[in-house]
C-alpha cells in the first residue's frame, strides 16, 4: 500500500517563528505536493516538486518554501509563520505523468497564534 | 483557466438509498482527467475514482460510478446504496494531462448519512 505520512497531526506556534512540515512517501513516486486547505476554498497547491532538488510554484506560494534533497522527502517551510498561515497542510504524492492518482498523507493542523 | 465548480455544499441521504453529488468544469485541454476524493473526518484524502476524458464508458468502483458528460462538462459522482461511513466531505479535481501535474480541486460538498 501506498503510504504518505506527515510529521505532526497537529502544530502550535507563535507567529514570527520558523515552520517545518516534513513528508515522507515510500512509493518511490516522483511528484510531490503540498496543499492547504481551508474551509469553502477546498484544497490550494502551495508547491510542487517533480524531482530531486526540483520544484515549482504552485498557486500560492507566497509566505512558503520548500525542500527536496531526498526522492521520499518533501518539506515545507514557513519562513516566519504568519495567523493567515492557520490552516490544514496536505502533502502528497504520485507517480510522473499519465492520469495517476495523488495519494495524501493525513495532514498537518497548523495553528498559528 | 481551469475551474472546478461543487454547488452543493452540503446534501444528506438516508441510509441505502443513491446520492449524486455534482461537479462541472471548465477547460480548454483535450486531454484531462476527472478524480473524486473522499474525505472523512480524520482528515486524510482518500482516491475513489477516475475518469479520463477519452474514455468512451463512465468509470466505475464499487458502489461509485462518475456519470461522465462530456458536452456539458459534468462529473458527477454517483454512491449506490448509502452507508453511514459514507459521511464525509467529498471533492471533485481535474488535471490536464499533457500540460501539467496540478490538480484543480473544487470546494467540496458535505455528505450526511441518515440512519
Known amino acids: 500500500d501506498v503510504k504518505v505520512t506527515q510529521s505532526s497531526r497537529y502544530l502550535v506556534k507563535r507567529t514570527g517563528e520558523k515552520v517545518f512540515l516534513e513528508c515522507v512517501q515510500d512509493?518511490?513516486?516522483?511528484?510531490m505536493f503540498w496543499y492547504r486547505q481551508d474551509p469553502g476554498l477546498g484544497l490550494r497547491l502551495i508547491y510542487f516538486?517533480?524531482?530531486?532538488?526540483?520544484?515549482e510554484k504552485g498557486d500560492i506560494p507566497e509566505g512558503y518554501s520548500v525542500s527536496r534533497e531526498k526522492k521520499e522527502r518533501f518539506s515545507l517551510i514557513l519562513e516566519s509563520a504568519s495567523t493567515n498561515q492557520t490552516s490544514m497542510y496536505l502533502c502528497?504524492?504520485?507517480?510522473?505523468?499519465?492520469?495517476?492518482?495523488?495519494?495524501f498523507g493525513p495532514g498537518t493542523r497548523l495553528t498559528v497564534t | 483557466a481551469q475551474k472546478i465548480t461543487q454547488t452543493q455544499p452540503g446534501m444528506f441521504v438516508q441510509e441505502k438509498e443513491a446520492v449524486t453529488l455534482d461537479c462541472t468544469y471548465d477547460t480548454s485541454d483535450q486531454s484531462y482527467g476527472l478524480f473524486w476524493y473522499k474525505q472523512p473526518s480524520s482528515g486524510e484524502m482518500i482516491f475513489l475514482i477516475y475518469?479520463?476524458?477519452?474514455?468512451?464508458q463512465n468509470a466505475t468502483e464499487g458502489r461509485y460510478s462518475l456519470n461522465f458528460q462530456k458536452a456539458r462538462k459534468s462529473a458527477n459522482l454517483v454512491i449506490s446504496a448509502s452507508q453511514l461511513g459514507d459521511s464525509a466531505m467529498y471533492f471533485c479535481a481535474m488535471r490536464e494531462l499533457d500540460s501539467s501535474y496540478k490538480l484543480i480541486f473544487g470546494s467540496g460538498t458535505r455528505l450526511l448519512v441518515r440512519p
Open positions: 512509493m518511490d513516486h516522483e511528484n
Open positions: 475518469q479520463g476524458s477519452y474514455d468512451e
Open positions: 516538486s517533480y524531482d530531486v532538488k526540483m520544484k
Open positions: 502528497a504524492s504520485s507517480f510522473r505523468g499519465g492520469p495517476h492518482e495523488q495519494y
